[in-house]
């Protein structure tokens, strides 16, 4: 679903480095890897690529199992610049990941539901792999604090599944609040089959993963309890950051009106070769982070509920 849009944004980024004189005067030039596979092929097709000089700087849009199998599978002076939400931890010099922490994407979020919403007892649904894993891990010491607790959990399988089974323990649990680390498809099957049980306008939902497209994948939403915890809402109407309108703007009349929307996970991959571009150049790699975000469904766009500060 997010696809389209990364690779356009990818595209974008590198007509604006090249029209500004490139790489030391070189174009920069993108080459596409597949990171819908296994997290082994994966890593070996890019470490091939690598070996064979087919790129210099690596921008990962993938899941962080493919992630962690990439840094595993490169050379230490092989460069990699991640932007989605990670799995926190130490990385091996040359990673650079400009997307938030489990800590620092959900903790705010979490607090905010938990006192504003009366949201006391959670449950926490993800796919099986590192990433929602360590959301979970931060969702449970963040929840203690703040008082409320953790009444069910469950981690599926990437691919087609019962989300029925999922719904089902949201119910026997008297959840009154759900933390969603599915990603992609999985999510999208979730959502719609919680709206199905009824339980969409009783029962808070809040994701970090669900952005414009997934959104859109719904239908929308105008429930005023879905939530979502992304570094960005790229696609919000009343988007208040004008670098980010400025984007938009250029995204139409690169790609034109019916171009996939922006969502926050292409605006990461702008975000990312721009990075690579200026590391390759020798430029200094300083970048403003984000400060927490939430953000609530209002039919097919998000409206800032905690809007990003500068940190």
Do not use: K
């Amino acid at each position: 679903m997010t696809a389209p849009s990364a690779l356009d944004l990818a595209g974008l980024a590198a007509d604006e480095v090249n029209a500004a004189g490139g790489i030391g005067g070189r174009p920069v030039e993108l080459v596409a890897v597949d990171s819908g596979r296994t997290p082994a092929v994966v890593a070996a097709d890019a470490a091939a690529l690598h070996r064979a000089g087919a790129f210099d700087l690596l921008v990962g849009f993938h899941t962080s199992d493919v992630h962690r199998a990439l840094e595993r599978a490169l050379p230490p002076e092989a460069r990699y610049v991640f932007p989605p939400p990670h799995e926190g931890g130490r990385r091996r010099p040359g990673v650079l990941r400009i997307g938030p922490s489990p800590l620092e994407q959900h903790a705010a979020a979490l607090r905010w539901l938990t006192l504003n919403r009366r949201a006391r007892r959670w449950v926490l649904l993800g796919t099986d792999y590192v990433w929602p894993r360590t959301v979970h891990r931060a969702a449970r010491q963040v929840l203690s604090a703040a008082g409320a607790q953790v009444v069910g959990e469950a981690f599926v399988p990437f691919g087609p599944g019962d989300a029925g089974l999922l719904v089902d323990l949201v119910l026997r649990s008297r959840a009154d609040a759900v933390l969603l680390s599915l990603v992609g498809r999985d999510l999208v099957a979730f959502n719609r089959e919680f709206t199905r049980a009824g339980l969409d306008r009783r029962v808070v939902r809040l994701s970090g993963a669900l952005e414009e497209n997934g959104l859109y994948a719904l239908g929308g939403d105008a429930t005023g309890e879905l939530f979502a915890c992304m570094p960005s809402f790229a696609a919000s109407e009343d988007a208040s950051d004008e670098g980010q309108l400025a984007l938009q703007e250029r995204h139409a009349r690169r790609s034109g009106p019916r171009a996939p929307v922006i969502c926050a996970y292409a605006r990461g991959v702008y975000d990312g070769v721009r990075l690579a571009a200026a590391l390759a150049d020798g430029r200094p790699a300083a970048r403003a982070s984000a400060g927490p975000r939430l953000g609530r469904a209002d039919g097919l766009v998000f409206r800032d509920v905690l809007p990003a500060r500068a940190s």
